[in-house]
């Protein structure tokens, strides 16, 4: 048994930098300051089990957008882990982040309080459960700046002690281990996504939801806007995620066909002069099997007048292909449906856009409403695009208001139609009563308003 004179001589002192213990930006424990602490439970309950938490791509905003953007996610990320430790897991576990990988966060799992509770049995369990209840925050962290799914790649690993072995030796397996297994659990995962996916598209699990698009002098309702979502309960009933998904898996042709058919389905016996504003891909404008008289015979079975469909057109390969896209749309524009080009002002050339495409409507994107009326650079982009819309022969409408401010402004600045939870949310049917007047909202001018333009902000 070793005395205390030879347990001394096992450390020296040096000086070590202090993140190698602890990350004060973080503000959580490296594997070497809670270094005793984990060798304790290997030792003590003869095996360690650990979890790893690693955001694929997150390394990348480093790259991309530098060290301050990159710590400031970084830091929500650990603030997203930091709950769920507190959430899901017990107060003797030990969260640290890795010395050398400061993507990845660790868990080491404590010993059970109980000796007939088997830790082992819920290990994977466990760490899935993790996976599910974070990868949402963190594709909404991430999506500003990645555009992509990014998602949580979460492992497990297990070492027994071996007195053969050191423990810090174990101890960095079962890490290297954990995080393989993350890789692995992450790709798995993609596989059952996709095949998730491939299945929605065949039985057709989607439904169609429409949203008001009024008039925004006389509040009148001149069409709606239809919308696709998955079903409910799955990840799928995000249509945002659905789409990005689709793109990352190959099926966004695929995706995008069934969204439209079902969308005319859904308006089959609508006996209305209202607008349908139907997203579109550009390569399902190409689609031979849609355009020209197969689609016109369709709009004629299902009822649907086609000067009363809109194809709102965002994606970024119409401004590579103007020439052929041109000639693709020629066949829509025969039979009377023309398109809109969405989310003006989210970027994608806009000005270029415009200029070759002469689209019917212009759909002012969400990020120059929001708070319109306190920024007057976002007034004046839209006085411009108003004018610029006037001169071409365009309709412009705003998406996503939601305040009566909001409303007053584009009013003011004369945009034609407006769009947002303000006039109406997403529904399954369209309502007849919300098609005649939106006097229930009480939409008022506010006070300031009336006493004189709102003091604006830059922004």
Known sequence: MSNDGDRERDYIEVPIHQGFYYNAELELPTVVQAYAQIEKILIDSKYLACITIRVENLNQIEYQYGSTIYHKLLRQVATIISDLKQQEFRDEDIFVIDLLDIDTFVLFLAAPREKKTTLLDHLESLAERARATIKSQIFDTLYPYFKVHSKPSVGYGLVVNNPMISNMRLIMQLVSQAKKMGEFMSERQGYITKYMLQKTLIQEDIHTVFQPIVDLATLEVIGYEALSRGKEGTEFASPMLMFILAAEYGLSFELDALCRRK??????DLKTDKKIFVNTLTMTIHDPEFRGAYLKQLLEDLKIKPENVVFEVNEKLAIDNYDLFREAMQDYLD????????DIGAGDSDLERIME??????????GLVRNLDTSIVKQEIIKAMVALAKGIGSLIVAEGVERREEYWKLRGLGVTYG??????KPSLALDAECS???????IVEPAASKAGPVTPTRS
């Open 263 to 268: 969308t005319f389905e859904s308006v089959r």
């Open 335 to 342: 039979i009377g449906i023309v398109h809109a080009s969405d």
């Open 357 to 366: 495409l002469h689209p019917g409507f212009l759909k002012i994107d969400i």
């Open 419 to 424: 769009q947002g939870y303000l006039f109406g």
């Open 436 to 442: 005649t007047s939106f006097a229930e909202l009480e």
